[in-house]
């Protein structure tokens, strides 16, 4: 049985599509996001460093008792973890900014969907290293000083609708 603590290490090559989240800071967000994995059947990378223990029960809390679904890997630093990926990879970072709108977004089976953290994003080191960058439309999004509107949604709300889409587009479920 798969748990927090012993993080199954999956064969990149049987991937579909894969949620890699960059330096994860927010327990709840990560255990929102790992049900969300495990209801879709799709893979959670953890990049290191995180902002929480893997015993967090914030983090368990809001995995429910689905901890056993998630088929969840664990990388020291980004550089483990884009060696880890296949040569038919790619890497989609997902960003509130800078992207080409979601519904312009083709994509690909073995697409791993890369988010930053909670409050900083994809630092641009990262964002150079994706093959592409994807936005959420948001018609209230807050202006570059990041008033009158939304900065950002949150993290596992984007992750949710990221997934869903990108599984439909390619006819998954």
Known sequence: MN???????????DVRLTIALFEPQIPPNTGNIARTCAALGIKLALIKPL??????RYLKRAGLDYWQYVKLSLFDDFNSFENSLSDNQRIIGCSSYGGSQLSQTEFMLNDVLLFGREDNGLP????????????IPMPLKANKDGENGVRSLNLSVSCGIIAHYAGCNLGIW
């Open 3 to 13: 748990n927090i603590r012993n993080p199954v290490y999956y064969n990149s090559k």
């Open 124 to 135: 641009d080191a990262i964002r150079n290293r994706c093959d592409k960058i994807t936005t």
């Open 51 to 56: 902002g929480f223990s893997l015993d967090d």
